[in-house]
């Protein structure tokens, strides 16, 4: 057969191929993605422009990655195993005191949803800024004695990057265990060199990956979004904040950066150290060290960590998520980067506003991602709608993830209002009980909301159709961001 026929007929071949390969993935979706909106997403784009959704699918898609959840699943039991042999969680008291308190009763699905209790006498400090956050991260990190555990999303190799990298150096040469998790995603672009330095001083360095074997390499959804510090047992950290010279407000055009981050310190840092061990294990199937203080305060506020992801046997931060929504009375404030709730979530804002509860949504002006920012902003205007209040913040990125409810329940943690961090993502989430803390939310978000913008009905209008247009197909990929 000559060849300027034989090419025609092989591209012709190529692309019934194609279609066929996207027919069938596109039934594999519908077979196996968790949601109908991620079902439907998937299957209607594999369908139509399998050209462009084939090899994405084969990387991102296939949500429920049946082997690897029984995999982690399988894991956390062995490490829970290995714990038990250490008298590990011996806080009866604190949760007592906590199970009697009426505030932490408002939220009645929460001791089933936390696989850790709730806790009393704890403190935390809200750290509502870069600066502010690292220079507590970095005084507690120097004064560290016996074990250092830091878990970031996103390391980066840059002046913050590298300050840390000394500070973890010297702690090690002062005979200090370190312990350093980096998500193999959000890290790709760490140099070797970086991770090799650390482990030539005597720090455990590992990256967090979905697992071994072929498939796993090709398997990019489940990520470690979790940001946690702990200090000899101690002292703990977890918020929005990873390590970069962006989330101190030094790279425009997202300058300055609006982020929020807590230091804790009582019972509930124990449970930031669990969550860090199942990470750990998971990474290198070793138990890190695991440390108490010889005794807790005696006062304090309530508090509980939710530490959730996709092996858990139920969807623990969107449901966490709307059991909150549901319990408010009074109000309901939450501030994120990425706003693309899920059916339930929406129907809860909705039903808040339908009570009377004064529902407000803090959202950034400028997009860092414009395909998620798209579909953020039109959930903004169906939002606007239904009567719950939009903000846009103006002076720089919004990227913290904070949720007040009434006068004494507050969330800070790292999960997004978006499918991927309800149900894709290991997050991590704290939850305080104290009318005192949740004041001082209170007046961190009133200061956000006058450098914000409050979306009116009008600016809807105001939008070119091309960018309604491109608002509505990001929307129908949102359930797949």
Not at 303 to 309: H, K, P, R, V
Not at 363 to 389: C, M, N, Q, T
């Amino acid at each position: 057969m000559p060849l300027d026929f034989a090419i025609p007929h092989l591209f012709a071949y190529l692309i019934a191929a194609i279609h066929a390969l996207g027919m069938l993935a596109a039934v594999h979706a519908v077979l196996t993605v968790r949601t109908a909106q991620g079902a439907l997403a998937w299957a209607m784009s594999l369908f139509f422009m399998p050209y462009l959704t084939l090899l994405p699918y084969l990387v991102f898609g296939r949500s429920r990655f049946d082997a690897y959840i029984k995999a982690r699943r399988h894991a956390d039991k062995q490490m829970h195993q290995a714990m038990a042999a250490l008298n590990w969680r011996p806080w009866v008291d604190e949760a007592l005191s906590a199970s009697a308190s009426p505030v932490y009763q408002q939220l009645r699905a929460l001791p089933r949803l936390g696989r850790m209790p709730c806790l009393a006498n704890n403190q935390v400090q809200l750290l509502s800024d870069g600066e502010a956050a690292f220079a507590a991260l970095f005084s507690a990190l120097a004064s560290a004695r016996q074990v250092i555990l830091l878990q970031f999303f996103i390391i980066r190799d840059d002046r913050l990057g590298q300050r840390l990298q000394d500070l973890l150096l010297e702690r090690a040469a002062a005979g200090v265990q370190v312990f350093v998790l980096y998500d193999g995603v959000g890290s790709h672009a760490l140099p070797r060199h970086f991770s090799e330095k650390m482990r030539a001083g005597g720090i455990q360095a590992h990256a967090f990956t979905t697992g071994g074997g072929l498939l796993s390499r090709f398997q990019l959804n489940f990520r470690n979004h979790r940001k946690i510090v702990v200090v000899d047992g101690e002292c703990g950290f977890l918020g929005g904040l990873n390590v970069g010279d962006e989330y101190l407000g030094h790279k425009p055009p997202l300058a300055p950066w609006r982020d929020t981050h807590v230091e804790v310190r009582g019972p509930v840092v124990a449970c930031l150290q669990e969550s860090f061990a199942e990470d750990w294990f998971w990474a290198t199937r070793q138990l890190p060290p695991l440390l108490l203080p010889e005794a807790y305060p005696g006062e304090g506020m309530l508090c509980q960590l939710i530490a959730s992801g996709p092996a858990d046997p139920q969807e623990t931060c969107a449901l966490l998520f709307v059991e909150a929504i549901h319990s408010a009375r009074e109000r309901v404030w939450i501030t994120s980067p990425y706003f693309i709730p899920d059916e339930a979530l929406f129907a809860a804002l909705r039903l808040a506003v339908l009570r009377g509860v004064d529902v407000r949504i803090l959202l950034p002006a400028r997009p860092d991602h414009r395909v998620v920012y798209a579909a953020s902003s039109l959930y903004a205007f169906e939002a606007l709608r239904a009567g719950i209040r939009v903000f846009r913040y103006q002076p720089g990125f919004l990227h913290q993830k904070v949720m007040l409810i009434d006068s004494s329940v507050v969330a800070i943690g790292s999960a997004n209002l978006d499918n991927r961090s309800f149900r894709l993502n290991f997050e991590i989430t704290l939850l305080t009980f104290d009318p005192d803390f949740a004041a001082e939310v209170e007046q961190m978000l009133e200061e956000d909301l006058r450098n914000c913008r409050e979306l009116i009905g009008a600016d809807r209008h105001e939008l070119h159709r091309l960018q309604q247009l491109g608002m509505r197909v990001a929307r129908l990929i949102s359930p797949i961001l």
